[in-house]
């Protein structure tokens, strides 16, 4: 009986390092790819020439989820070294609160950022909450790791017209800042005739040392942090232009010469961008 015990667990553990081996070997693969798919996308970097259409490229990240930093490394390269011709790259990066129970408070997730996916999932008609969760001009979503992916969906998109956003600082104190917005030939605004505008502070040049959860032991890298967004106004589909003044809060502990500020105006029912535009402050002094 005890031999057949023996046999039997022997048997066990062989079965479970083998799946564990082909596990590793799958993740490997995987690596390996997406490696080779990031470097043809830095080499790949058209001259910075010629007219780019703003496209947003939102990506729903946590610092508790294993599978999110590749996604990140990609919205890094497509913030920095914007890539796709035609395109202009605006990005955010918005973290969800829901993987915080995992071990890890990711210092940088936001219930807001999860009830804006949420309203994503409802609006793409089916069950797409996850992360890494990318998604362009409000329109196409996919795991955020997927390079080819992303290079179709922006290049896509940009070839779409889109309103003319500008961003203008008025006036900075030492802990708010005045920005106008204006936004010039809107097109024809879908479903119920209503949008949003919507400006958003982001930071570059974040990181983390993450001591628990998924990532712990990594040292995570950030780009385009969505620090803050709100909705500042609202138009209608009668509207081809619109100017609005608005007071932004700059918290202390985020460092000026790696914000942006970013507005765009989404479709409230259909949620696609029909404009966006983004600026840094580093110039401010």
Same mark, same amino acid.
């Given at each position: 009986?005890?031999?057949?015990?023996?046999?039997?667990?022997?048997?066990?553990?062989?079965?479970?390092?083998?799946?564990?081996?082909?596990?590793?070997?799958?993740?490997?693969?995987a690596e390996a790819a997406f490696t080779k798919?990031?470097?043809?996308?830095?080499?790949?970097?058209?001259?910075?020439?010629?007219?780019?259409?703003?496209?947003?490229?939102?990506?729903?990240?946590?610092?508790?989820?294993?599978s999110c930093p590749p996604a990140d490394a990609?919205?890094?390269?497509?913030?920095? @070294?914007?890539? #796709?011709?035609?395109?202009?790259?605006?990005? $955010? +990066?918005?973290? %969800?609160?829901?993987?915080?129970?995992? !071990?890890?408070?990711?210092?940088?997730?936001?219930?807001?950022?999860?009830?804006?996916?949420e309203n994503y999932s409802n609006a793409f008609?089916?069950?797409?909450?996850?992360?890494?969760?990318?998604?362009?001009?409000?329109?196409?979503?996919?795991?955020?790791?997927?390079?080819?992916?992303?290079?179709?969906?922006?290049?896509?998109?940009?070839?779409?017209?889109?309103?003319?956003?500008?961003?203008?600082?008025?006036?900075?104190?030492?802990?708010?800042?005045?920005?106008?917005?204006?936004?010039?030939?809107?097109?024809?605004?879908?479903?119920?005739?209503? @949008?949003?505008? #919507?400006?958003?502070?982001?930071?570059?040049? $974040? +990181?983390?040392? %993450?001591?628990?959860?998924?990532?712990? !032991?990594?040292?995570?890298?950030?780009?385009?942090?969505?620090?803050?967004?709100?909705?500042?106004?609202?138009?209608?589909?009668?509207?081809?232009?619109?100017?609005?003044?608005?007071?932004?809060?700059?918290?202390?502990?985020?460092?000026?010469?790696?914000?942006?500020?970013?507005?765009?105006?989404?479709?409230?029912?259909?949620?696609?961008?029909?404009?966006?535009?983004?600026?840094?402050?580093?110039?401010?002094?």
């Amino acid at each position: 009986m005890k031999v057949r015990m023996t046999i039997f667990l022997t048997l066990c553990a062989l079965i479970v390092a083998f799946f564990i081996l082909i596990k590793r070997e799958a993740e490997a693969r995987a690596e390996a790819a997406f490696t080779k798919e990031m470097e043809e996308l830095k080499s790949s970097a058209p001259e910075p020439t010629g007219e780019r259409v703003p496209v947003l490229v939102e990506l729903f990240t946590s610092e508790g989820c294993s599978s999110c930093p590749p996604a990140d490394a990609l919205l890094m390269q497509l913030d920095q @070294a914007q890539p #796709i011709a035609g395109a202009e790259v605006i990005a $955010l +990066s918005e973290h %969800v609160d829901y993987w915080n129970y995992l !071990g890890w408070a990711d210092p940088y997730s936001s219930r807001i950022f999860s009830q804006r996916q949420e309203n994503y999932s409802n609006a793409f008609g089916g069950d797409k909450l996850y992360t890494p969760q990318m998604v362009v001009d409000g329109q196409r979503e996919f795991v955020g790791s997927r390079v080819g992916e992303a290079k179709e969906a922006i290049a896509k998109a940009a070839k779409t017209a889109k309103a003319t956003v500008r961003i203008t600082p008025m006036q900075q104190g030492a802990e708010d800042l005045s920005i106008k917005v204006e936004v010039e030939n809107l097109p024809n605004v879908s479903g119920n005739g209503k @949008a949003d505008v #919507i400006l958003a502070v982001t930071e570059n040049n $974040l +990181s983390s040392t %993450v001591s628990r959860g998924e990532n712990s !032991g990594r040292k995570l890298q950030h780009a385009a942090v969505t620090r803050w967004l709100n909705t500042i106004a609202n138009v209608a589909t009668s509207d081809k232009t619109f100017s609005t003044t608005y007071s932004v809060k700059i918290d202390k502990n985020w460092k000026r010469d790696n914000l942006k500020v970013v507005a765009f105006v989404q479709e409230r029912s259909s949620r696609r961008i029909i404009g966006a535009g983004a600026i840094k402050l580093n110039w401010l002094g």
